[in-house]
């Protein structure tokens, strides 16, 4: 393979939204905030850390407007939001002073769209683009996130311009970020070649976005085919916390801790601090009272990695 790997990545921790919805148990808000808190000052400079989604749909994220008000994290840390709905924006817009991101969504799956928030597709992307224009104005960032990019459990393989088109659609709008998210791991490391160089050519301008689920042990490697053509821009959440209520049985996103110390074990820098992650980490391990499933908790950093800044 031709190697386009840069020399350095921009990650977003995802673990207090995208980890937190798909547990079971309440995670009480404070032990949420400890762990923002503590992320926060791992290095991050982008934390995913609430949604605005109805209440009775995901009650663990039902606390979002007391975490947003209760965090205290440096003040170069970008917060994002999450989105369903135009509703879920007028909420969420209510507290426009506690982050600086919002992120809208859809599914290249019409069966997963249609499961995940009940309309199609058309209509899905029709409110997005209102939504997109009223966060710009907003003067807010605005990114969007592709469920289902590389492949849908009742679907099946999705096309790559199926996906793509939808991506150009969100640019049109005025979406600067484009995530394309494994959601049920599905993807493997030769379509991710070719999906993110054709993502990377088709989107000039854009911030393209990888996140892989490891569902099927191949979110690590996908990562690294990602990389090899230039992505520079990741999704994860530490613990290997997450998965996709739809359908049962997509478990989580890669472990963050592990994904950094992929990087930095190859010499690309990621401006996070690896102990510091592994140790919120095992810090969510403690509040959630069972053993999390990344590599890097029980082994923690390779004492002879380049360091990495």
Not at 146 to 169: H, K, M, N, R, Y
Not at 236 to 258: H, K, Q, R, W
Request: charged share 20%.
């Amino acid at each position: 393979m031709n190697s386009k790997r840069p020399s350095s990545v921009h990650i977003r921790e995802v673990g207090p939204r995208d980890g937190f919805q798909n547990e079971p148990e309440l995670i009480p808000t404070a032990d949420k905030i400890r762990l923002i808190n503590a992320l926060g000052r791992s290095g991050f400079k982008r934390i995913e850390v609430a949604s605005f989604v109805r209440p009775d749909v995901i009650p663990q994220l039902s606390d979002g407007r007391e975490v947003l008000n209760g965090i205290d994290v440096p003040d170069d840390v970008q917060l994002m939001v999450l989105v369903p709905n135009s509703k879920g924006l007028d909420n969420a817009l209510g507290l426009r002073d506690k982050f600086h991101e919002v992120a809208i969504f859809v599914s290249a799956s019409e069966t997963h769209n249609l499961r995940n928030v009940n309309r199609t597709v058309s209509q899905t992307m029709a409110d997005n683009e209102v939504m997109a224009k009223r966060i710009v104005a907003e003067d807010l960032g605005c990114s969007a996130v592709i469920a289902t990019s590389f492949g849908c459990p009742f679907e099946g393989a999705i096309p790559l311009d199926q996906t793509l088109v939808l991506a150009e659609q969100f640019a049109a709008a005025g979406v600067t970020e484009i995530g394309f998210g494994d959601t049920t791991g599905m993807a493997n490391p030769a379509y991710v070649s070719e999906f993110f160089t054709a993502a990377l050519d088709r989107l000039p301008g854009v911030e393209v976005t990888a996140h892989f689920h490891n569902t099927r042990g191949q979110g690590l490697v996908n990562a690294y085919a990602a990389l090899e053509v230039g992505c520079t821009s990741f999704e994860s959440s530490f613990g290997e916390l997450g998965g996709c209520p739809v359908p049962a049985g997509s478990t989580g996103n890669i472990a963050t801790e592990d994904l950094v110390s992929m990087f930095h074990e190859m010499g690309v820098q990621t401006g996070l601090d690896l102990s510091a992650v592994i140790d919120a980490a095992r810090a969510a391990q403690t509040v959630l009272g069972r053993k999390l499933t990344s590599h890097s908790i029980i082994a923690g950093p390779i004492d002879w990695a380049p360091a990495a800044s």
